[in-house]
């Protein structure tokens, strides 16, 4: 074979090769032609083989046939693989198709074996069952909140230094910074008093447990994503004293009798006043430990009277009405009452770990 | 907040111990984070003088020291080599604990006894200085008496304490001093202040102020002092400093920031001969303007920022030349620093615009001691007084200062203190209780309100420093707040309500119970996965669609809301797999986003002051469940369905098989779970996609996978997936008649279609249920064998053999019709 007639059929030997790829008829097929087609038995190879005994005119001239010729090659050879994959793909799925209109459930033998519920939904549950018994109806709010819900309407206006209490999430949509992930669930406050207001139904008595986010890194006592259960009364005439009362009350009916509660001062923009809320401590009961700095006491949330400014922004006369609100960690009671060191076990969904609570 | 006990005593008499005073502090909501206790005395540490230096022979590192702690010579081995004989330094004796626990014993090095320990101050808990030896000055007749004694080091407790965001009056060691004090009920001492000397010149003879803007400076007082010698503090300063957390900088920055620290005033001293003019004026910043800040980085002013609304506006500190100086109450520029040739001083106290502080300081991200008094709010009264504390304390090292009478001080828009009404019972009204009118009255007028008492209510106006402190309606919250605050709220009743409303749970609470409750035992294991995942997994089942995006994720991984549970129950499963515990159940009920433009946004109240209407993604509640045991596929899924749908009470739901399943799904063994009348679809069912068990579980390529995948807010829609009828049926009391038909039908015809219609082909008929579906090569092409048993009966009289046989053909016609025939 001299150098110049198998430069010469280059042209026609590539369509050789081209239509030697789309004879290919399956992956196997494809697969021992390679060689003939790119290998070292290939004429590609050959033809490059040559190119070192033509003149360097010559050479750059052939080199870039060749270059050509083989990028069509390897295109074709492409193109077929994924043609004849898809079809490959398609037979297999079509040979392994199973009408399950005709499953006949009753010979379906599987077997038996009790799983597990959450932790968070078992506490959850527990939470609300509490609040039920109390009188509070059960209701819910989105996770995406706009700025108005999540801090405006709840005296957070815009650049607020309270809003450094908040990490928040902004979720990319319309202006910046105006829709977030609820931080809290006390936006479903907002959303209440709202539709109260609309549809002439206060008074209030309700509880919001739901699923909130937090730009935080996780550690063994927060996670960015967690659970809250927010608290609202708003009636003619309940008071401080009231809102201490159910505090006790649940935490009593929840932790057990010799778990009690007491409050201290705090800030919260959308209360006022406002307090923290501490329980006895739930690993050393009161006596002092590393868990609760020897105090003897763990804080578990916020709470306070619905502060006026709120009631404005959703149109509640407040010289008629009067309300109270409180909020706690779902996860964190969970977490007290089953000593749990590291909240990320939570999220680490090891079997083992969820078929310890039912 | 760090402060120091000692620091309190001189303010308030406080003879309570630390943690007393911790119970009491927490109780005035001014919140102790940790106690932190120093200067402790230490035992066996001592004056001594270096009487001799010796080499070690072989050791080149440590040598011999001899010195005499007033005993006679003792020998030391010593690895510092900054003294000389003659020094004075610490000795710690053997027997003496340092801090760390660190015990000193007799010890033997190179052949020689070492008899102790030659001190560094950080060794020694003093300070972070850890070069060489502490050398001790002016201690000649003073050797082996105790180190803390000769240094006079008092032991104090340091509180952190969190001040709460409402609390600007508390930023502060007086704020804290004065809430103690009323509670207390004891004195509160203020600090000794200076008063301007009598010169011939004013204030205003050499320097001038000015506000431009008087929405972001509220008061500008500018003075003038004369006679500055920069240099150290006296050490009382210094103490006072560190024990807060502050580094010691000089004498002018040190009185600034002790001023700021005691009264929370910040004020900032610039070298009057750099001030171009002797002019200080307030105003807003221009747009292309740029000022380098005392840490060096440039900051470019007036340009907006991300936040909502915030339009870039900048309050800076302009000189005569109308060059900009410094970030108005943030931070100041560098030109102008107090250096230590400077002598004399322009000290600027003001009042600036708290939200235009909080906006500055978040875009330029700089929060500094002054950013963070300021954007809470500082006494706008205060300025005069904390220049007077400022020259008193900067007069003990400076004896010649001499501070320009008058003062310049030029005023814009101050926020009023409100007056409150109290009227008689609104306290009783907020906390339920109520409270003695004369301790009301102490307990204000303790914490700087002014009271008025009307004939049924009290007037109520507030200090100046209590920012805070609202009109009208939110006002009384504030003002009650105080009083039961200092009150203590433990000391207030509780109170058990009631109400006529019954307590209930919503109905959608109601349906997530029992579908976990079924799911649960049905053996899932529930799992909790998150909400953010990566815009390569969101990829994995949903390729191209249009997601919802976080602005601002802490990483990749959390960029996106999730549009499927999918992905995530499947990794949980994974992980599950990996840890040789696949042989399960897993599943997960949560919410799942959608783009607003997708359709189902939901419009929602949002922008400033909720004034527009904006589309939230659409967000949807979901079962997912991945059936991962051994012998687990589309099968179990259906019958796993199947149990589930009767648990709801699902009227007729039909399996419904489809090639177009979406993603993440095996594109020929799912089914869609279709509401025969509404044609709703409740989810899909079926085996997870091959190439996505392979993505997320490596090496488990050919193990099949069931899924069920429930859209909840579909499911809890009686409109669109129907409920059975709610009236009960009582079973007939004649007997049955059974008949079993195996059909020959064609495999266009879906089994749950056919058996609908054999359901519906005669009121006599009680049941249907398939039994058997068979296919065979010798049946006809297209066709399947389906094997049903048929359950007649009648309410009224026990079915005679020509009524079934009636029946039995009333069936084969409506199983004709669908072109199914008789095997």
């Known amino acids: 074979m001299t150098t110049s007639s198998s430069f010469d059929d280059l042209a026609e030997r590539s369509r050789e090769l081209l239509a030697l790829i789309e004879s290919a008829g399956s992956l196997d097929e494809l697969r021992q032609s390679e060689p003939v087609l790119i290998g070292k038995r290939s004429p590609l190879a050959a033809w490059q083989k040559s190119l070192g005994s033509l003149d360097a005119a010559q050479r750059a001239e052939a080199g870039a046939r060749l270059q050509d010729v083989r990028r069509q090659v390897q295109t074709a050879l492409a193109h077929r693989r994924e043609v004849l994959e898809r079809r490959a793909r398609d037979e297999r799925a079509a040979q392994d198709r199973l009408d399950l209109g005709d499953v006949v459930v009753r010979s379906v033998s599987a077997p038996l074996r009790a799983g597990h519920p959450g932790l968070v939904a ?17 209701v819910e709010g989105p996770e995406v909140e706009t700025d108005w819900y999540n801090f405006e309407a709840l005296n957070i206006p815009p650049a607020h230094p309270a809003r450094g209490m908040w990490d928040t999430f902004y979720v990319d949509l319309g202006e910046p910074e105006t829709v977030v992930l609820r931080t809290h669930t006390s936006p479903t406050q907002v959303h209440l008093m709202e539709a109260a207001v609309a549809e002439g139904t206060l008074p209030i008595h309700a509880v919001a447990p739901g699923r909130c986010f937090r730009r935080d890194t996780p550690d063994a006592r927060h996670l960015a994503v967690f659970h809250q259960i927010e608290g609202l009364v708003v009636d003619r005439d309940v008071t401080f004293a009231d809102m201490a009362g159910v505090i006790e009350t649940f935490t009593r009916a929840y932790f057990g009798p010799d778990i009690t509660s007491r409050l201290r001062p705090a800030y919260f923009p959308f209360t006022e006043p406002s307090a923290e809320f501490e329980i006895t401590c739930t690993i050393c009961r009161g006596a002092g430990c590393r868990t609760c700095s020897s105090t003897g006491w763990i804080e578990l949330g916020g709470c306070g009277m619905v502060d006026p400014a709120v009631f404005e922004a959703v149109g509640i006369d407040v010289e008629h009405w009067q309300g109270f609100a409180f909020g706690f960690g779902i996860d964190r009671c969970a977490q007290m009452r089953f000593g749990i060191a590291d909240m990320r076990a939570l999220v680490e969904n090891d079997v083992r770990f969820v078929g310890q609570f039912s | 907040m760090r402060v120091a006990l000692s620091w309190l005593r001189e303010l308030v008499d406080i003879p309570e111990s630390a943690d007393e005073l911790r119970e009491i502090l927490d109780d005035l909501g001014l919140v102790v984070e940790a106690i932190e206790r120093v200067g402790e005395p230490l035992e066996e540490v001592v004056v ?11 050791a080149d590192r440590i040598r011999l020291v001899v010195v005499d702690a007033g005993s006679g010579p003792l020998e030391i081995v010593c690895g510092a080599t900054n003294f000389d004989v003659g020094d004075h330094v610490p000795l710690a004796r053997v027997g003496a604990v340092l801090p760390g626990d660190v015990v000193i014993s007799r010890r033997q090095m190179r052949g020689v006894t070492s008899n102790g320990m030659l001190c560094s101050s950080r060794e020694l808990g003093l300070s972070d200085d850890a070069e060489g030896l502490m050398l001790l000055e002016g201690v000649q007749d003073r050797l082996g008496e105790p180190l803390h004694e000769v240094l006079e080091i008092a032991s104090d407790v340091i509180f952190d304490i969190s001040i709460e965001g409402n609390r600007p009056d508390a930023w502060s060691v007086m704020g804290v001093a004065r809430d103690l004090a009323t509670r207390l009920n004891r004195t509160l001492r203020s600090p000794r202040v200076a008063t301007t000397h009598s010169t011939t010149m004013t204030t205003a003879d050499v320097a001038s102020a000015g506000i431009d803007d008087p ?8 003075s003038v002092v004369r006679g500055v010698h920069v240099g150290p503090s006296p050490v009382w300063v210094t103490r006072r400093l560190e024990s807060a957390g502050l580094r010691p900088i000089s004498n002018v920055v040190d009185a600034s920031n002790l001023v700021m620290l005691e009264m929370g005033q910040p004020t900032h001293p610039y070298d009057a001969s750099r001030v171009a003019g002797r002019t200080l004026r307030a105003r807003r910043a221009r747009p292309q303007e740029r000022l380098i800040t005392l840490d060096g980085v440039t900051r470019d002013l007036a340009r907006a920022g991300r936040g909502l609304g915030d339009t870039g506006v900048d309050c800076v500190i302009v000189d005569g030349e109308d ?17 230590a040739d400077t002598t004399e001083i322009l000290l600027e106290a003001a009042y600036f615009d708290p939200m235009t502080i909080a906006r500055s300081s978040k875009r330029h991200g700089l929060r500094t001691e002054a950013s963070v008094r300021f954007e809470r709010g500082v006494d706008p009264e205060l300025a005069p007084r904390a220049v007077a504390r400022f020259v008193a304390i900067l007069r003990e090292s400076c004896p010649d200062l001499e501070w320009l009478s008058d003062p310049v001080d030029v005023r814009g828009m101050v926020p009023t203190p409100p007056t409150v009404e109290l009227r008689r019972g609104d306290v009783e009204r907020i906390l339920g209780v109520s409270l003695d009118r004369d301790e009301v009255t102490r307990l204000l007028e303790g914490l700087g309100f002014s009271v008025t008492a009307g004939s049924t209510s009290l007037f109520v106006t507030a200090p100046s420093a209590r920012l805070d402190v609202r009109h009208g309606a939110a006002g009384r919250a504030d003002v009650v707040e105080e009083v039961a605050r200092l009150h203590g709220y433990r000391r207030l009743a509780r109170r058990a309500p009631s109400w006529a409303e019954p307590g209930a749970l919503n109905s959608r609470t109601r349906l ?7 799911a649960v035992d049905l053996g899932m294991y529930e799992v909790w996965t998150p909400t953010l995942v990566s815009d390569d997994e969101f990829d994995l089942v949903a390729r191209g669609d249009e997601r919802v995006r976080i602005t601002n994720p802490l990483a990749s991984g959390d960029s996106t809301l999730r549009a499927t549970l999918l992905t995530g129950v499947v990794r949980a499963w994974a992980r599950n797999v990996e840890r040789g515990l696949g042989d399960v159940i897993v599943g997960e009920i949560g919410t799942v986003f959608t783009h607003p433009s997708r359709g189902g946004g939901r419009p929602t109240r949002g922008g400033v002051a909720g004034a527009t209407t904006l589309s939230l993604p659409g967000e949807h509640e979901r079962l997912t469940v991945v059936l991962g045991r051994v012998h687990d596929d589309a099968a179990t899924a259906v019958a796993w369905w199947s149990v589930m749908a009767d648990r709801l009470g699902l ?4 399996v419904r098989s489809s090639d177009d399943m979406g993603g993440g799904l095996h594109p020929t063994r799912g089914a869609q779970l279709v509401d025969r009348t509404t044609g709703a679809v409740l989810g899909r069912v079926g085996e997870v996609e091959a190439e996505l068990v392979a993505a997320l579980v490596p090496g488990l390529r050919e193990r099949r996978v069931g899924v069920l995948d429930l859209d909840l807010d579909v499911i809890a829609d009686p409109a669109r997936a129907r409920r059975r009828d ?10 049955s008649a059974l008949l079993d038909l195996a059909l020959v039908t064609p495999q266009s015809v879906h089994v749950q279609d056919l058996a609908w219609a054999l359901r519906t082909a005669s009121p006599l008929v009680e049941s249907v249920h398939v039994f058997d579906v068979f296919r065979s090569e010798n049946l006809p092409e297209g066709t399947r064998s389906v094997a049903f048993a048929i359950r007649l009966g009648s309410s009224e009289r026990t079915l005679s053999d020509d009524e079934i046989r009636l029946v039995r053909e009333s069936l084969l016609a409506s199983a004709a019709s669908l072109g199914a025939t008789l095997r």
């Open chain 2, 323 to 339: 060059t900009v100086l410094g970030l108005a109450g943030i931070m100041g520029g560098a030109a102008s620093e107090i250096t």
């Open chain 2, 726 to 735: 709610n009236d009960a049926t009582v079973p007939s009391r004649y007997p």
């Open chain 1, 122 to 138: 078992t506490t959850q549950r527990e939470l609300e069952d509490v609040f039920v018994a109390m009188g509070f109806t059960v």
């Open chain 2, 512 to 518: 997530r119970r029992r579908v976990r409750d079924v």
């Open chain 2, 215 to 222: 929405y972001l400076c509220g008061r500008l007082v500018v």
């Open chain 2, 48 to 58: 001594a003088r270096v009487d001799e230096i010796r080499p070690i022979a072989g």
């Open chain 2, 651 to 654: 009227a007729d739901v039909v």
